[in-house]
């Protein structure tokens, strides 16, 4: 699979619809990649068992998409998040589905700029984007960016992290979404 987005927008919020459209018919367009709604999906909660490296290493104990997700991740070339931010990193969604992606990491750690890090479970891994919905000020964008998406994606063994920033009650969200994913996918 090229590209994987997981959309983890609350469905109850009414700019949902307008993203989830502009997903659809971009894949669509594209010929390729895959939409998951995150809201729409059965995935529960990391319960912080550590069976994913212990009982059964590279998934999840809990039999859920959780587990399909986490898959599709290392099978895709490139991921695109899309996500509110919440107190300047991602929205509790998207964190479920984060923490859910431990499986493809080992439990063992390297030191890289000294940094520890998670070790890789797999050859590759896909590049990370993210599109953030947010109305939030300069500075809480920056720490999203800065802090919350990189050290995400160092430790997913991403080489690449992109951030788009858009507003939720911009009239050209669509046209910013539509532009920004012909680039991506």
Do not use: H
Request: aromatic content about 8%; proline content about 3%.
């Amino acid at each position: 699979m090229a590209v994987l987005v997981l959309n983890s927008i609350n469905k109850d919020v009414d700019y949902y619809k307008r993203i989830k459209d502009v997903v659809t018919e971009e894949l669509e367009l594209s010929g390729s990649g895959k939409l998951v709604n995150v809201e729409e999906s059965n995935i529960g909660n990391c319960v912080g068992c550590f069976g994913c490296w212990i009982k059964t290493p590279g998934e999840c104990v809990l039999q859920d998409e959780g587990n399909i997700i986490a898959k599709e991740v290392i099978e895709a070339k490139k991921v695109i998040l899309i996500t509110e931010i919440s107190f300047g990193s991602y929205s509790s969604i998207t964190k479920k589905v984060i923490d859910r992606l431990m499986p493809n990491v080992t439990p063992l750690f390297k030191l890289i700029n000294k940094e520890t890090q998670y070790k890789k479970r797999y050859e590759n891994y896909p590049e990370m984007v993210v599109i953030a919905v947010s109305d939030e000020d300069e500075p809480e964008k920056e720490l999203f960016k800065n802090i919350v998406s990189k050290k995400n994606a160092v430790n997913f063994n991403s080489k690449e992290t992109k951030v788009k920033f858009i507003s939720p009650n911009s009239i050209y969200l669509e046209n910013e979404l539509f532009k920004f994913l012909k680039e991506e996918i």
